[in-house]
């Protein structure tokens, strides 16, 4: 049995982090003979440059058949000024709805070695994990009618929709339900129930899930109090779940809480459990092609893919040791680094990492 | 001249806050010989076990009479069931919407007397002082259709709409212009530009904006990148605008990063200069009635009315100069307390700015 691997290496920084990534990839599946092929495709704006649109047919069409797919990043300045419907962005979102990659999963954890990188005081955040859980092809992001219109007074009005079906919020109810009860047993679901009727309906079909999984401990909060509670207290969070809009949010504000984004990894799953990984950082235009750039969230995103998309747990854990004692050694990209590290390349981050495998 | 004041306690831990403002705007008002005269009406929770609807009439008609309003806070579990239209939120909401109270400002102050309250680390927020406009009368809290669905599938969808005109984006920015010239002269606009097409003629319309505010810098950023940035690096940011929704959520993290939510006060104004003031914190029903909730919001919230609607800023200021001063003292409600703080109740530290006064 053979599997395939789409590499997407995009735009910014992402060619540069995939890189490494692919090393480390090539590594495992010699090593543990996981029978692994890769191929790789153009996404985002590197595809606009190349083919004019940023998500070429051939591109679909090797997601489509891939077994998971490994993203860098998409999206930089040079493509801003492009209309909506062919900016780099469109992208990633059309691979997200074409897939109906509908659960995206968002860790925030605080590596012990990086503690002293978040801004938070260390009580605060030391030994911080949650599971984010974001609904990913629907609400507003795809939301019909959608567009600016001319109103009759002759100014324009620019508008969205903002939606969800039953059966979009029960299969991620069910997806978080079933994550919290592989963790901590706790879920809090958050909306503004107190304001949109649409999450209104997801609070109801929350409820309605919980007496399937009667060990898990359902809570209900508003986006405004969840994004202040991730700041007040965030231990207080074990899985998460929320729609596609606030999930963007609070899983950034997540993420920050730790104070290297350039550490953290995401999983977005269909159904069958096919995947397309990337990490949880952009494509930071700024350092791009400056070979600074941490490589380690696309590497632990790689790892993730092995153990979501691929049941390859013992190459995702060797991969994950193999970061852990990096970090160990004191090895810091400019992003993490702070005294007494050593800093290094992203390519040198890299090959620290194929040696510790 | 005699001006009106409506004060509106509202729910929760609402009237005993209140209660202690208005013993202020007593004294302040003969000190100052301010001619100030003072009414008071329900709304939110309290108004519907009264009459059964949120925002009574005989409410709105004062709210639209008064020179200002001080609220104090709406909502609570007791009220959770409801049907939207019936919850203590709308009355809020009406008022907002009826009085055409588009521009909500909200500060972010770390009071240096607070510091060690902060979950953040002390470099990070020390002198942190953010202001962030955010749209009170548009976007998707009112957007028009709105609802829950049968589809014919047989199953329902839950839908609301975010939408702005030019007019709206214009007058909120000019707003935030004004605001951002009186301060650092730094302005950071809010949206989702990469993805909702709301958000890009929002982006547009502030651009054009720019040429007639030479002095302030604009920038823009993706709101999640803000939610991150928030965490990360807040005192770069002077005054941020943004919607209703993101502003919402913003306005709260951006609170929390002062660890004491119990202090911070905030501006609804329409293009009058009448305005709701009211404190950035909710209902608290956990501790209403106990004596025991931080009146310092509602009292700061006060003397902002006085200094935006009622152009008193002596007044204005000698409350904020007694707020200090009973810091100094060591006065702490239960919200704010640390070691080596006195711990009193909420009458006892109203009484402690009368005496500062
Ligand atoms: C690039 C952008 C469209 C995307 C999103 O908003 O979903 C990104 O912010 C993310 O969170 O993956
Ligand atoms: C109570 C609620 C409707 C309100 C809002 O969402 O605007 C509150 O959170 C606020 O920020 O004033």
């Given at each position: 049995m053979s599997r395939s691997v789409l590499l997407l290496p995009g735009d910014g920084i992402g060619p540069e982090i995939v890189a490494e990534a692919e090393k480390v990839l090539h590594k495992v599946n010699e090593k543990f003979s996981l029978g692994l092929s890769f191929e790789s495709a153009l996404v985002g704006g590197a595809a606009i440059d190349a083919e004019d649109t940023p998500l070429p047919?051939?591109?679909?069409?090797?997601a489509r058949k891939a077994d998971a797919i490994l993203l860098g990043a998409v999206g930089g300045p040079k493509w801003d000024s492009l209309p909506m419907a062919k900016r780099p962005e469109k992208g990633l979102l059309g691979l997200r709805s074409n897939l109906e990659l509908f659960a995206n999963l968002r860790p925030a954890i605080l590596y012990p070695q990086l503690a002293s990188a978040s801004s938070l005081k260390p009580e605060v955040v030391s030994g911080l994990d949650i599971l984010i859980v974001?609904?990913?092809?629907?609400g507003i992001y795809f939301g019909q009618p959608r567009g600016v219109r001319q109103l009759e007074s002759g100014e324009r009005q620019?508008?969205?929709?903002?939606?969800y079906t039953e059966s979009e919020i029960r299969r991620i109810g069910r997806v978080a339900f079933e994550a919290a009860q592989q963790r901590g047993k706790k879920l809090c679901s958050v909306d503004k129930a107190n304001?949109?009727?649409v999450t209104v309906l997801w609070r109801e079909i929350m409820e309605e899930l919980k007496s399937e999984y009667p060990d898990v401990e359902l809570s209900h909060m508003y986006v405004d109090n969840a994004a202040m509670q991730l700041v007040k207290a965030p231990k207080q969070f074990d899985v998460i779940v929320t729609g596609n809009m606030?999930?963007?949010?609070?899983?950034?504000?997540?993420?920050m809480l730790t104070g290297s984004i350039g550490m953290l990894p995401?999983?977005?799953?269909?159904s069958e459990k096919q995947g397309m990984y990337e990490p949880c950082h952009g494509s930071a235009p700024d350092i791009a092609g400056q070979g600074v750039a941490n490589p380690l969230a696309t590497i632990i995103s790689a790892a993730m893919m092995l153990r979501y998309s691929l049941n390859e747990d013992d190459a995702a854990a060797a991969i994950e040791a193999a970061v852990s004692k990096v970090l160990d050694q004191g090895l810091r990209t400019?992003?993490?680094m702070s005294e007494g590290g050593k800093k290094v390349s992203t390519r040198e981050m890299g090959e620290a990492v194929l040696s510790a495998l």
């Open positions: 047919a051939d591109t679909l069409d090797k974001r609904e990913l092809t629907g620019g508008y969205n929709t903002y939606q304001v949109l009727e606030f999930g963007d949010i609070l899983s950034d504000e997540a993420a995401s999983a977005s799953l269909n400019a992003d993490i």
